[in-house]
């Protein structure tokens, strides 16, 4: 779409919010427009629907008789609170017509084959793979359309949009089609049999498959997916993994399917039914990183392929940050991967050489992984940080200044606000360390022994008291939310769970607390001053580039999980002499070294 159509749309959308019928009167806009000595309102339209203002709104504004304009135009008019209940996000045209033309570049029957999208929105890629069908076969295109374009989609209002858009496309070739012709049904895609629902199978299965969280579904409907789907039969899972699920046992044996999807599942912990499903029938993955497809909405995505062949290798790219991704795809390369180096424990997606360093920096002579805790979890952290003003600790609630005790202040830092070691802030600790364990302190004693900070406190009950949606605190009302963090002391190594390059800060205060991330803490094995220079090398960066997943703006995931496996090799008293002596430059590449990387 150009962007003289963009800025038309962006004005004649705010014009039309509040209109009805607005598939009828782009139907008649375009009959009038393409057919203007044959137009006959009355025989192709009810005239009675027809509000002429709408029209005149078109034609003031020239309103291109484009099928992504108005696929687009369609999409902003559905409701916003209806596209987050049914996880529908608009795909641009550039994505739909990627995903068509990859899956059918060797099909050699392109006038035989039968495509589908079960969640076919307002009919993009079904427009796509007429486009592309038509160029190749030169068919008509109310021909395709009756014989091979098949769309499923549980929103009435979407249906009844594709086939309009796919009766102006014909318009726009000299043919006409009746409804009966067009293979658009408005039913549940997750509960109909697709095969009997037009009596074939399917070659090609292409879409965007919703992407909703069981959070947002009503009891029965998270019963249904989790009785009748086995990746979504337990835990945490998104809707689209029984798009998959389901499209896999439509398709033909032959049959490709492709989609565009979150590429979260390729990390997290939840997905893993997912991943076990279709390791069989993944043959090709897209992973567009940090690219954000459907901006504004954060969206991270992956295009996968698959089918029914069993093949053994995998055809793998990734997308670099890039502000053209059309481009990008266009220009796009792909490694041959063996699937069974690729679908470990966790998926990695390396080249041998990538894979052989990775397997030299997880086999190293000390491995930390028991070292590393997650901060203190207060579930409020407002109401426990408090104000320092050199003399005293004190809180001001309602223009009242409430003196917090100091025997219940701690150092804390708060993980993606603190820049340096100086940057700590204070938080009450209500607890007491006994044989180095957090004890709650009692609410007798608190009023007794510490009255204002209970005074305080109890200014803020009602807070407290709404934590984890109301659910009885079983230690206390002001005790903090979890107990994760509270009996891990001494000198550690602080780090986010997001950063562009290892970041990790070293806190020599043992008393110390930390949120919202995680520390390696001092041991027995290794200094945590070397520790510090290692994790902040190259090796690290290394690392996680390669096992970890990314996000907007270049920054990856640092969470345990990515890097418990991480080892450090054994180090005499003169290699440590030279790291904490060295730069970084100096100590990356005595490193590599170290390691025996090839990099």
């Not at 207060?378 to 003196?403: A, P």
């Not at 009255?451 to 709404?466: A, V």
């Not at 934590?467 to 780090?495: E, H, M, P």
Request: hydrophobic share 35%; aromatic share 12%.
């Amino acid at each position: 779409m150009t962007q003289a159509h963009k800025e038309t749309l962006n004005t004649i959308y705010p014009l039309l919010i509040d209109k009805s019928n607005i598939e009828e009167h782009i139907m008649h806009y375009a009959l009038d427009t393409i057919r203007p000595q044959q137009f006959d309102k009355h025989q192709k339209i009810n005239s009675s629907n027809i509000d002429e203002s709408i029209i005149n709104i078109f034609k003031k504004h020239n309103l291109p008789l484009c099928l992504e304009t108005f696929n687009v135009l369609f999409e902003k008019l559905l409701e916003q609170s209806y596209k987050n209940e049914n996880g529908i996000v608009f795909t641009p045209k550039y994505i739909a017509d990627f995903i068509c033309k990859d899956i059918l570049k060797n099909e050699v029957n392109l006038d035989s084959i039968k495509i589908i999208d079960p969640a076919c929105g307002c009919g993009i890629f079904l427009i796509s793979a007429i486009e592309l069908i038509k160029e190749k076969t030169h068919r008509s295109i109310k021909d395709i359309v009756k014989n091979q374009i098949f769309g499923l989609d549980i929103s009435s209002i979407n249906t009844e949009r594709v086939k309009i858009l796919l009766k102006i496309m014909c318009l726009m070739y000299g043919e006409t089609i009746k409804d009966d012709d067009i293979n658009i049904q408005c039913v549940d895609s997750l509960k109909e049999n697709w095969n009997m629902l037009f009596n074939i199978s399917f070659d090609y299965i292409v879409g965007n498959p919703p992407y909703v969280n069981p959070h947002t579904l009503n009891k029965k409907q998270v019963d249904f997916l989790k009785n009748n789907f086995q990746t979504t039969s337990k835990g945490v899972f998104n809707i689209f993994y029984a798009f998959i699920e389901q499209s896999i046992k439509f398709l033909d044996k032959n049959g490709k399917i492709s989609f565009i999807v979150p590429n979260n599942f390729l990390t997290i912990s939840a997905a893993k039914p997912l991943r076990d499903f279709i390791e069989p029938y993944l043959t090709k993955l897209i992973d567009l990183q940090d690219n954000m497809v459907f901006k504004p909405i954060r969206t991270y995505n992956a295009i996968i392929t698959l089918d029914k062949t069993n093949t053994k290798s995998l055809e793998y790219a990734n997308l670099s940050k890039t502000n053209n991704i059309k481009q990008a795809l266009q220009n796009i390369h792909f490694q041959a991967l063996d699937k069974q180096n690729v679908f470990l424990e966790k998926w990695r997606f390396l080249d041998t050489k990538t894979e052989s360093n990775i397997a030299k920096i997880e086999s190293q002579f000390f491995n930390f992984a028991t070292f590393i805790n997650a901060g203190i979890a207060t579930l409020r952290d407002e109401v426990y940080r408090v104000e320092y003003d050199g003399k005293q600790y004190y809180k001001d609630v309602n223009g009242k200044r409430y003196t917090i005790d100091t025997e219940l202040i701690k150092p804390i830092y708060k993980i993606p606000e603190f820049k340096n070691t100086g940057q700590c802030g204070y938080f009450i600790f209500p607890y007491a360390i006994i044989k180095d364990n957090a004890v709650i302190i009692d609410e007798v004693r608190m009023q007794k022994d510490f009255t204002q900070t209970y005074n305080y406190l109890l200014t803020r009950k009602d807070e407290l008291d709404s934590r984890d949606k109301g659910k009885i605190n079983a230690v206390s009302w002001y005790a903090y939310g979890r107990t994760q963090g509270l009996n891990r002391y001494g000198k550690k190594l602080l780090f986010g769970t997001f950063s562009s390059k290892p970041n990790f800060t070293l806190i020599q205060d043992k008393k110390a607390l930390f949120c919202n991330g995680y520390a390696v803490f001092e041991n027995p094995i290794m200094e945590i001053e070397i520790l510090e220079k290692v994790f902040n090398s190259c090796i690290m960066d290394y690392y996680i580039k390669n096992t970890s997943y990314q996000i907007e703006g270049g920054y990856f995931c640092y969470q345990k999980k990515y890097i418990e496996k991480f080892s450090v090799p054994f180090l005499d008293s003169g290699e440590k002499e030279f790291l904490l002596k060295s730069n970084n430059k100096q100590i990356d590449s005595f490193l590599i070294d170290k390691y025996g990387l090839d990099l």
